[in-house]
């Protein structure tokens, strides 16, 4: 027990310190004492530091050292204490589970759900068309409280919301003003605020609400898996031409025969032969050649259809386009925070 | 003179047919052209036969459903080798028809026809007015024929006579095929009559019949 406890303290002070060092040179003695297992002196040396000037930082480090070494002497109820106070200070303060022994993370959580605190309060980077979209805001608050959460750094508070909560809570805000419109861009802070009785704790999130055009759409010059079809076909070849001409022909020639006056002899067909002749070359010759392009009906009313359709598109698009121009693109970007006053 | 005159006037045609507008080519329906004739005539007997040639100028307008077509033909005939006849003559056909289209291919025609023989007493100079059907087929494109038959009405003659209701009969072939996008119109028309007349000397009708074969070929310009 004794040499897990001593592994515990020497990963866990580092994680919990992160990159500010201690200034205090008692409490800096005191954690070498802890890190040598030498409780009684950390102790001591712990509750003297307490004592003197310290910063919140170091005030924070020293309950720290306090809390681990309760820990490491087995009172827990001196423990939890201890790390109540650490919470005050410190309320973002995370254990790592994997690095951190089930001992002291039990008492961190029986801390954590004796005293009221706001932690974890998250607001979402985001952008969104003005009342089309919303601004999601989470928090924890680590006691059944009555919890309001509020806007504040333009000309009146919002108050977004008003919950008796415990634990995990989520929000969406679509950062409107009560008239609807978009909140003004500047700088704004969410306030939760938790309350229990005479007991209460708030945590701020500073934001950047900032405004743009909202993009329009471009008009279509084709609808999306739709092409055009040709208005004209070239029919297939056919000897139609020549079998009309043929027909013709022959028409003309038993035509001459047929009507020629019986006692004027036999009737001359060199002209009807010419004429029917060179009918029957231009048929041949129209039936060798490509056919002439025809108009392909179907496919003039399906290119009438997609223009309409397209115009109609458009016309959507542009309706769309000039409300677009009336509405403002919002950005909501957190920034860096101070931590949790109680 | 005449040389030069003739250049000008082949010059003005290569402008107009160069220069005018395929489009506007394309939206008329006239067009103006001279005709090479050639035809067979008959009359009285297989004993009076006579062939020639000669030439004429043909033209033609179409507005929407009507359409006129009109030529002037002067032929020379002669008699052929182991006809009784004896003298060539020419003969000056003027034909004029009016169209109109009814549905489909076919068309109503009336219009006349006025032949005029030249020395007069060598043939029957013909006077008469037709009407009949024209059915007319695009067999390709710029390429069109067209199938016409009727009758004369009214017929007249230099040396008179009658002819029935029904005895005067003509039929018609024609052609047209269109070159240089429209501009030119290669034409061949081919045109049979025949006329069932009669002469009544005393003795009771006597059949005089006429017969005539003949076959043109033109250029036009088209409008």
Redesign the interface.
Known sequence: MRHSLLLVSALLVPAVVGAQDVQNATLRRARAAYDNLDYRQALSLAQTAQRERLNGFDRARAYEVLALTYSAMDSILKAVGAFKEVILLEPELELDPNRTSPKVLSAFQVALTQVLVVRQLRVDSTDFVGGQGAVAIRYTVTQPARVVTRVTGGQAPIKLDSVAANGQVNLRWPARLASGDPIPPGTYTVVVEATVGQNSFSASQPIRVTHGAVDTLPLLVSLPGYEYLPETEVPPKSWKPMGLALVYSGIAIAGTSALSQGDLGSASLREAGVIGGGLMVAGFVVMLRKPAPQPARGNILYNRLLREQLTRRNAEIAQDNVRRRQQVALRVVPLPRAGGVR | MNRRLGGWAVSAMAVVLTAYPANRLSAQHGSVGVQLA???Y?????DL?Y?GGGGGVAASFTYKKLGIEGSVLGLTYDPVAGSSATASFKATQLDVRVRYYIAGPVSAEVGFVNRKMKPEFEAQSVGAVRAGARMS?P???G?N?G?R?GMLFGSKFSGGGTVSGVGA?E?????A?DALRGRLRLT???D?Q?I?RTTNGGGGDV?V?I?Q???R?GLAVAF
């Open positions: 050639f035809g067979d008959r009359e009285v007997s297989s036969h062939r087929y067999l390709g494109p390429v024929m199938l038959a009969l039929l018609g072939l024609n052609m095929v061949g028309d081919y049979f025949r069932a059949p019949p017969q074969a003949m076959g070929i």
